[in-house]
């Protein structure tokens, strides 16, 4: 519990939150060689990984983005992608998952995906991207083509 001293007060193990990595969500905290430099500072000082936004990645890893995958193809193009993993690499693959809900159903971006004849469309490729994940065709291919790991277990790895 010693790396993280702000959950240290919180006495139920179970309770904590594990954090393995810093996310420079939308990019702010590496717009800036100043903020790029307070991110790698930090990883280090608290052994976190940092996942990136491009396919300049910190750790070597391959960098697969699915946000702007049209939703009809969402699907084929991850399988693809995961029946042609390189061996021996990490695999990044950028998702963000939502159940389509009231609350996601209002979510707009500024992005490609703004809305389709009226209609917001974040919220369907969110749940697109979690249905993906429940499918029994990603479910098989854990452990057989490959692991699911986390920035700690990359870390581990020594992979830098």
Known sequence: ?????????????ELLLRISYLNPHMGVALSTPE???????????????????????????????????????KKREFMKYLNNLKPGRANLVILHIAHLNPEMKVLEMNSL????????MAAR?????????????????????????????LLKKGTK
Do not use: C
């Open 113 to 120: 995906l703004i809305k389709q004849n009226g209609i917001p």
């Open 35 to 73: 903020l790029t430099a307070i991110t790698k500072k930090l990883a280090k000082k608290y052994n976190l990984g940092i996942s990136t936004l491009n396919k300049n990645t910190f750790y070597g890893e391959d960098y697969k983005d699915m946000w702007a995958v049209p939703i009809e193809t």
């Open 1 to 13: 519990m010693s790396g993280y001293p702000a959950l240290r007060q919180n006495k139920k193990p």
């Open 125 to 153: 490729h969110r749940q697109t991207e979690l249905n993906m994940l429940l499918s029994p065709e990603f479910q098989n291919l854990i452990g057989k083509k490959f692991q699911l790991i986390t920035y700690a277990d």
